[in-house]
């Protein structure tokens, strides 16, 4: 080996001792988190975080994956999926501002005012987390304006809708969201609770409410393994362990009492929430982020949790427009929890939300009248529930839409077919799938004939669903 000169060695270290220094310099820039932060995070994973099946289309194929496509990984602890958090845009079809816009109006007509808390996509909130290519790919900006034009939007059609621009363009010491599950944490919660409390103590009509005072505490520390998390191990073995945040709790503040309650009598709240998981109150304590609470908080009002975990953006919805309470007039506010990736474009879906926010056939002459018995399992078979002919045939061509009002002996009919057949030789078959925790025996579907002369001669239910007891069916049709 030949000794090094001395010129080549200075050389040597002006070209190393910079990149070294540079090294440094990053590393002291990114300090390594302590034990207990690296625990708080979860930090049980070891490289690579991420295996190559992510990347395969038939990994989404079906079953709970499909809802995860595509999963990538962001910087440490955090992933994203591509298809829903990384969404650009937010569109609204014609026909569904159509319906929003009626929804907003029958409403109206219960004395009701809708509110919505669109709650933005984890992209939106955590974009700072993408690692590259991810990072490039993600317009941040042109995806806000897309996110406050569906707001807009929504407010065209009567909506009062929370103001989330400050939100969306504020730096935020705590996360709006978990790293690796798509729920809000109670952080975001509130943040997202005190901007629909701005929009709803902006309408006058609110003083009419009766007032309570609520307080909020810590409660105990959320464990969050993760939705995203559950999904990366099954696919590649590997997995980060659980995120750790601190949960609030609201409660009545000590010593407080509603106007009516100091006079004797006990106020009905007339604020209904409905939403998704993010929103219910739920058994399990590590699955509460308190959005009722903070609203009850910020609202200085009582509010009903309506909430429906598994119902997905209409679940909750639909159950409240079949509720008693909703009947007798009892609500002035409907705040409606919405994730703004949800197109609300299915029309089977507004086909039963709009009768159910008419009433049904409950305040309208019946056309017609039915019963029937769906036998056990009774699956992929057809029954008539009803029938317009003979001498107590009304004719129902001419007269637009229908509402089709059942009753049914218990709630487990889920998944069937509701056709509809007419006099000029055409039918509707409609697929409807209830959500599994909607319970409630009544269901309401607007029948649209296919021609303006077409008559509505029967209906039948033919289920999808093994049947494990019997199921009577009582039916209605009126005028929509």
Known sequence: MLPLRPETVCLWLLLVLPV???????????????????????AFLQPPFICDALADPATYADGTMASMRQLVAGKRYWYFRTEVDLQTQFPVSARTRENVRELVTLLSRRGIQLVVMLQPTRGLMHADELIQPWRGRYPLSAVRDAYLRKAETLRAQGVRVADMEPVLRSDHAREYFFRRDHHWTPYGAEVSARQVARVMLADPGIEALPRMAFETRPDILLRKLGTLNVAVSQVCGNAYGYQWVRGSVTVPAEGAASADALFGEVSVPSIALVGTSNSDNRDDRYKNYNFHGFLQQFLGRDVVNLAMTGGGATGALEDFLYSPSYAAGQFRYLIWELPVNYALGEPEVWRQLLPAAAGGCADRPRLAR???????????????????????????????????????????????????????GQREKVRIRRPGRL???????????????????????????????????????CDY
Do not use: C, W
């Open 439 to 477: 319970d409630t025996g009544r269901f309401t579907l607007r029948l649209d004939p296919p021609g303006n002369g077409s008559h509505l001669l029967s209906v039948l239910l033919q289920p999808k669903q093994p049947l494990a007891t019997p199921l009577t069916v009582e039916s209605a049709l």
């Open 370 to 424: 039915g019963a029937a018995t769906l036998p056990v399992p009774g699956q992929d078979q057809r029954v008539e529930v009803l029938a317009n002919a003979g001498k107590q045939r009304q004719q129902t061509a001419g007269q637009g839409s229908l509402i089709l009002d059942l009753t049914f002996s218990h709630s487990a009919l889920k998944d069937f077919y509701v056709l509809a057949y007419y006099d000029d």
């Open 20 to 42: 070294v220094a540079a090294a440094q310099e990053q590393a002291a820039a990114e300090p390594e988190p302590s034990p207990q932060e690296s625990l708080m995070r979860g």
